[in-house]
């Protein structure tokens, strides 16, 4: 069966699996480079015609783009 693997910075929805656990891990996850513990810089961009926030998430230190992800404004 053909399985499809997600590239980690496409932009994907907002997903709540990262949220769960002791508040120092999650904070660890969301903030830091997963590389080298570098804290991320973040960027946003607002489609006000669809109500969408896309968050870019990159780390200054080793330079890679960390996440991409697109959230729903209510």
């Given amino acids: 069966m053909y399985e499809k693997t997600m590239d980690p910075t496409s932009p994907t929805q907002e997903e709540y699996k990262e949220c769960f656990g002791e508040t120092n891990e999650v904070m660890k996850r969301l903030l830091l480079c997963t590389l080298c ?17 896309q ?10 783009r960390i996440r991409c992800r697109i959230h729903k404004m209510q």
Avoid: Q, S, W
């Avoid at 513990?37 to 926030?53: A, E, I, P, Q």
């Avoid at 968050?55 to 890679?64: F, H, S, Y």
């Fill in 37 to 53: 513990g570098g804290h991320l810089h973040f960027n946003h961009m607002t489609d006000y015609k669809n109500n969408m926030v």
């Fill in 55 to 64: 968050e870019t998430a990159r780390c200054p230190d080793c330079g890679i």
